[in-house]
């Protein structure tokens, strides 16, 4: 049995969304990526630091997130993965896909950006991956790399 | 056919050629002469910062080629004063005019004023962003008062905050290029926009000393370094004239080295070198006209 099978056994959940791999330290920004605030009724627990500080881990209950809401989870942990759960077993595994556009998501870090005016400008990126993931705004061409999580709306 | 005018990046090599050979049979039209290409059509300008320079360079360009011009800053300033936003502003103007000419102090204002407009939107600035008619320029001044293809160049300066040498850079690497980039430790090319050469197979050779740069190159170009960079009043007085060209710097350079300067000058340029054969500089301004009429008939055909 894989330590990650043994690891999702520790607190099984019956149905829901196991998202697992999470860079280490992220799953407070995964949470809200997804929007999921303590405000909602989700039963979530969080797992940080798993393996030696190696990955994070968020358990959803009763939720089963779909593709397109995780992949914008690829901007700051590009390596998680997602377990839907369906009576306890993993019915379905998938990586997150890195999109290439996002909107209204992430806001530019530039602050003379017109996406940072009340103007109609929805803050929109190009995103490829070099060293990091990188951000372009599709309006001022100011990259951001390292601290996405700290410009996430 | 281009639309919109909103960064020299969305260009490829051809479209600029394309953009340049059109200036080169306006030009003739741009000194002196008159034609009916575009009457009947009305430009907009929309500055909401002054630069007279650019804005007039449009407006000539716009009544040689025989159509009207209309200054949105001097007849609607009160919608602006008011807080109207630009886009409002756009979607009404592109009621008025077949083309805008929009100068904005927030990068990225022109590429949101292009999703509003019905009609094409030119950028004649965008904060610390782009200025494409003016890359355009530079471009148009290199192929007719030097080479553009391999050209060896020093850009020197501020090429930390210069936008006219960053958009300048990226255009050249689309022409086999060798770049010396010259500037005070302070002021360097941004890593970003070197990555962005290298990559393009540019030879980029970085250095502060600009006699490592003016025996060699054939273009020199020029650009201020604006005292509010230094905390400190001697050190800027110190670098900026370690920079200065005087007719003295120029002994030993290549007979038909050409110097570029995008105006105005503070003290980088001494006025003993305005009559050497090297200063191209007023040429340069003046050969905004033909670009920009080539952009109008474009955008307008
Ligand atoms: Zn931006």
């Keep these: 049995m894989t330590v990650q099978s043994k690891e999702l056994r520790v607190r099984r959940i019956k149905n829901g969304t196991v998202i697992d791999h999470i860079t280490a330290g992220q799953a407070l920004t995964v949470l809200r990526i997804l929007g999921i605030t303590g405000q909602s009724d989700e039963v979530v627990s969080v797992v940080m630091n798993v393996s030696d500080r190696k990955k994070d881990i968020v358990k959803i ?86 601290q996405i999580a700290d410009f996430l709306i | 056919m281009m639309r919109h005018v909103i960064s020299i990046k969305d260009f490829s090599r051809d479209t600029i050629d394309g953009i340049l050979d059109r200036a080169a049979e306006l030009e003739s039209i741009a000194s002196g002469g008159s034609s009916n290409i575009l009457s009947g059509r009305i430009l907009a300008t929309l500055f909401y910062e002054p630069s007279t320079r650019t804005r007039l360079s449009f407006d000539s360009a716009m009544k040689r080629l025989g159509g009207n011009v209309i200054d949105f800053g001097s007849i609607e300033v009160s919608s602006i004063a008011k807080g109207e936003n630009l886009a409002d502003t756009i979607s009404v103007l592109s009621g008025y005019a077949d083309a805008i000419v929009l100068r904005h102090p927030r990068e990225g204002a022109a590429r949101m004023a292009s999703e509003f407009s019905s009609v094409p939107v030119i950028n004649a600035g965008d904060g610390a962003g782009q200025h494409p008619t003016q890359t355009l320029l530079d471009l148009y001044t290199i192929r007719k008062e030097s080479k553009l293809n391999g050209v060896k160049i020093a850009l020197v300066g501020d090429l930390k905050y210069g936008r006219t040498v960053h958009s300048l850079a990226h255009a050249l690497s689309m022409y086999n290029s060798e770049m010396y980039l010259v500037s005070p430790e302070q002021l360097k090319m941004p890593d970003s926009i070197k990555d962005d050469l290298t990559k393009s197979g540019t030879k980029i050779i970085e250095t502060t000393n600009i006699d490592d740069a003016i025996g060699v190159v054939d273009v020199l170009y020029l650009t201020r ?77």
């Design chain 1, 61 to 146: 209950e009763d939720r089963e997130l779909d593709p397109e809401e995780v992949d914008t989870i690829a901007l700051i942990s590009p390596d998680a993965t997602i377990n839907i759960i369906r009576d306890y077993k993993v019915a379905e595994k998938h990586e997150v896909i890195l999109p290439q556009h996002i909107e209204g998501v992430v806001r530019c870090m530039n602050p003379n950006c017109i996406t940072n005016t009340d103007e109609p400008a929805l803050a929109g990126f190009e995103i490829s991956r070099g060293k990091g993931v990188e951000l372009r705004c599709v309006y001022c061409g100011k990259v951001i790399t390292d």
């Design chain 2, 225 to 301: 370094i604006q005292k509010e960079r230094f905390p400190d009043p001697a050190e800027y007085q110190m670098v900026a004239g370690s920079y200065k060209v005087t007719k003295d710097t120029l002994k030993e350079v290549k007979d038909d080295l050409i110097i570029m300067h995008p105006l105005p000058r503070v003290n980088e340029i001494d006025s003993d070198v305005d009559s050497t054969r090297h200063a191209v500089y007023f040429r340069q301004s003046f050969y905004g006209v033909p670009v920009r009429m080539a952009i109008l008939s474009m955008v307008m055909a």
